[in-house]
Structure formats: C-alpha cells, structure tokens
C-alpha cells in the first residue's frame, strides 16, 4: 500500500508543470512500460481552480514523466477559468493537452461562459485556455447552437 501511494504521490506531483494537482478516485492503474496511468470511478483532478470529473481519466506521459494528455470519458465536466471568466463544460469525451492549456471536448459537447450566460453547443468544441479563443465544429453536417443574451434598448 506504502508503495502505490508513493507512485500515486509522484504521479500526481508531475501531472502539471508548476500547479499541485490533486486526483482522487475509486481505482488506480498504471503502466510504466506504456507510461499511463488510469483513473477509474468517480475520479475529481483538482487543478488550481479548475476540475475535471469524469468516470475515467487516462493520463498518458512522456519519457521524462511528464503529462501530455488527459483523457476523461463517461460524463466528462470541466470548470476552468479562461481570461479571468469562469467557464462550464461537459462532453461525452474531453482531452485536456497541459504543454498547450488545450480542453477538447467531443460528441455532444457544450461549452458555458457562466459570466455572460453565453452557451454554445456542438460535436467538437477546442478551448485554447490562454488565450481565451475556442472553436466549435457540428462535424457530419451537425448544426453548432450559440446561445447568448441581447439588451432590448427599446422601451
């Protein structure tokens, strides 16, 4: 037990390059041959003030130990904070690239400004986290939906 939480521990301490991150779940796997890690029910990553919870979480690493993907899948929410705004989103499947601070949210994915009530919806949103721009694709002829609030000046 001394040593899987000695594993966990470096796991976790490595996940992101300068912010403690914090991941609990049910189960936990890892391969050091195929450098995963696999998180499995009920799993929160605690990022600063952003989390991902998901039933699963695969977290894939380089040769140095370094992560260079998250992928979350079975009810995916993300809560992340993108130019000072706090945003809401939700995804069948989301990837989280943290060399990049890249979120792509696939198959009815759904993406919240929770400060303007801005939505928007699709099959395939990217969230560049630092720069604050996202893009959202329908893919196979889908429509995207934004939803946003307007001021009516008329009295």
Do not use: W
Not at 22 to 36: G, L, Q, S, Y
């Amino acid at each position: 037990m001394k040593k899987l939480s000695f594993i966990v521990l470096c796991i976790v301490s490595s996940l992101l390059y300068a912010a403690n991150v914090e991941v609990t779940a049910d189960k936990f796997f890892a391969d050091e041959t195929k450098r995963i890690s696999v998180f499995d029910g009920n799993v929160k990553v605690l990022k600063e003030s952003d989390k991902l919870t998901a039933h699963k979480v695969t977290i894939d690493f380089d040769a140095k130990k370094q992560p260079i993907r998250y992928v979350a899948t079975g009810d995916a929410k993300v809560n992340i904070t993108m130019n000072q705004k706090r945003y809401y989103g939700e995804a069948e499947k989301m990837t989280y690239e943290p060399a990049t601070s890249v979120y792509i949210l696939e198959k009815k994915a759904f993406l919240h400004d929770l400060e303007t009530d801005k939505k928007v919806y699709g099959d395939f949103i990217r969230v560049e986290q630092l720069n604050g721009h996202y893009v959202v694709d329908g893919k196979n002829g889908n429509p995207v939906k934004f939803i946003f609030k307007v001021e009516d000046t008329k009295k």
